[in-house]
């Protein structure tokens, strides 16, 4: 079974600045994806970027940016120039295709980090 | 543009008074999923529909059932709500081939009286 580990369960961050939060997994598989999502407070869960572990480069998108380390099963996120409206909890996720066939994928969470940007 | 679509917001029901919640979507997705958060915890998946087949996770409660009438609908039926069961429901959909992404709808906050 995979897990998924989150080991801040809250941070701080001055807006403007940037800020790293810690992800790491444990897997046998070889081939899967990994995730960060946001959930803002009363506010639906989006996706914030996606890795895929075949891939070498680490994905960015925007202010945001990932360093994974197939290795040593590590994926953090970092986010530059903090804004107030990147206030949220903020999920890292795995995902492996299920053996029951078809396209069926199953996301492990871990606990969340509550991330708030003071002003 | 609403894409998944949860109702209500807002669901008080008495013990063991069943309860139905519902999820709708507008992705023309093969996969729905439901999830239950309980506070400050992360999500944990119940079960998915892919298309029309039913999976369910080994660890969910038989007092948790769902529909999917259509692709667009899907219920979560909770047949005897306990004290334990109050959480944010939430649902989610992918596409067959999309490699892993979920969309997520805005939950439904269940409170148990």
């Known amino acids: 079974a995979q897990t998924v580990t989150q080991s801040q369960p809250e941070m701080s961050v001055q807006e403007a600045e940037t800020v790293t939060l810690s992800c790491t997994y444990d897997?046998?598989?070889?081939?899967?994806?990994l995730f960060w999502y946001k959930q803002p407070p009363s506010r639906q869960m989006i996706l914030v970027i996606r890795q895929e572990a075949y891939k070498q480069q680490n994905a960015t998108e925007n202010r945001f940016s990932v360093n994974f380390q197939k290795a040593a099963k590590s994926f953090s996120l970092k986010i530059s120039d903090s804004q107030l409206g990147d206030t949220a909890m903020y999920f890292c996720?795995?995902?492996?295709?299920?053996?029951?066939?078809?396209?069926?994928?199953?996301?492990?969470f871990g606990k969340g980090t509550l991330l708030t940007v003071n002003p | 543009d609403a894409m998944v679509i949860q109702n209500p917001r807002y669901q008080v029901t008495q013990f063991g008074k069943p309860v139905t919640l519902s999820c709708s979507q507008t992705l023309n997705h093969n996969v729905m999923y439901w999830y239950q958060q309980k506070s400050s915890q992360a999500p944990k998946l119940l079960f998915h529909?892919?298309?029309?087949?039913?999976?369910n996770e080994a660890d969910t409660p038989d007092n948790f059932q769902s529909r999917r009438p259509n692709t667009s609908f899907c219920f979560l039926d909770i047949r005897s709500p306990g004290l334990g069961d109050a959480a944010m429901y939430l649902c989610?959909?992918?596409?067959?081939?999309?490699?892993?992404?979920?969309?997520f709808g805005p939950g439904t906050r269940l409170t148990v009286t």
């Open positions: 529909y892919y298309d029309k087949d039913f999976n």
């Open positions: 989610a959909t992918s596409r067959d081939h999309q490699a892993g992404e979920q969309y």
């Open positions: 996720a795995f995902m492996k295709r299920r053996n029951s066939g078809g396209s069926n994928y199953k996301l492990t």
């Open positions: 897997t046998s598989e070889n081939n899967y994806y």
